[in-house]
């Protein structure tokens, strides 16, 4: 059972713990907000949210850290090792780190840079196993609309879910393999970090930095929902963040 205030008596500080180490990584380095919201998202993805993407390589795990998606890319790892142990001085396996990789991406996104905010329900329980294969078909920069509709359904989101949560895209970076096509076939040089809102206009101009941005506004079934974000950040922020 899953509950926002299981750690209120077992660990009182363990909420604000997670907030300030957050910031103060996000202080060092302004891009580790971003970092941690896609950590979140590519450990959910695969087997839910257990942090299965937290282990390494040993005899009987075969690490996710290696599949495509995540290799040289995941970041934030640090982060999450070293909040961790501020919290097992605290409070001595109390705290899962599923849970803190969760909060994490909550307080990044809202504490940190003013984005979007949501309840986190705290008691996710570390995974002891991995899943390479599962890790690898993590959506890609190539895949089309249909594509990413359908791996979202898979894990019961739907149109909506995806186009609000690609918003997320608005901050970060991403490596040149990924956006070079787009660069040299229409000139659209712009990072991620145009900030909130600014990357849902930028749809709509056909300046998607991704390939797999641009496509959820190509003239198919999810444009209408890109164009309500455009125009309505709170609506967009309260989608992102809905359960
Ligand atoms: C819809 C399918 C998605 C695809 C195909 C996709 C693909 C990508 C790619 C190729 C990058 C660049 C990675 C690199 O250069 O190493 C990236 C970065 C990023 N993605 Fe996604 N992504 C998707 C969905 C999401 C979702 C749902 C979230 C979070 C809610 C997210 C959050 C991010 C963030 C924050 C970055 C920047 C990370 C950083 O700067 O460290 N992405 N994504």
Not at 40 to 60: E, K, P, R
């Amino acid at each position: 059972q899953l509950s926002p205030t299981l750690y209120d008596a077992t660990c009182p500080s363990a909420l604000n713990t997670i907030r300030m180490g957050i910031r103060n990584a996000v202080s060092r380095e302004r891009r580790m907000a971003a970092s941690l919201m896609r950590l979140h998202f590519h450990d959910c993805f695969v087997q839910g949210c257990d942090v299965s993407i937290l282990l390494d390589d040993s005899s009987s795990i075969d690490s996710e850290k290696n599949a495509l998606p995540n290799f040289k890319s995941a970041r934030g790892f640090d982060v999450i090792d070293s909040v961790k142990s501020q919290l097992e001085r605290v409070c001595p396996g109390v705290v899962s780190c599923a849970d803190i990789v969760a909060v994490a991406a909550r307080d990044a996104s809202f504490a940190v840079i003013g984005g979007p905010s949501w309840t986190v329900k705290l008691g996710r329980r570390d995974s002891t196993a991995a899943s390479r294969s599962l890790a690898e078909n993590l959506p890609s920069f190539t895949d089309g609309l249909d594509k990413l509709i359908s791996t979202f359904a898979t894990k019961g989101l739907n149109a909506r879910d995806l186009v609000a949560l690609s918003g997320a895209h608005t901050i970060g970076q991403a490596q040149c393999a990924f956006f070079r096509d787009r660069i040299y076939n229409i000139k659209a040089i712009l990072m991620l970090d145009s900030r909130a809102l600014e990357g849902f206009k930028n749809l709509i101009q056909k300046k998607g930095l991704l390939a797999s941005d641009q496509v959820l506004f190509s003239g198919g079934s999810t444009d209408s929902i890109v164009d309500e974000y455009s125009k309505n950040p709170s609506k967009f922020k309260s989608d992102f963040g809905h359960d």
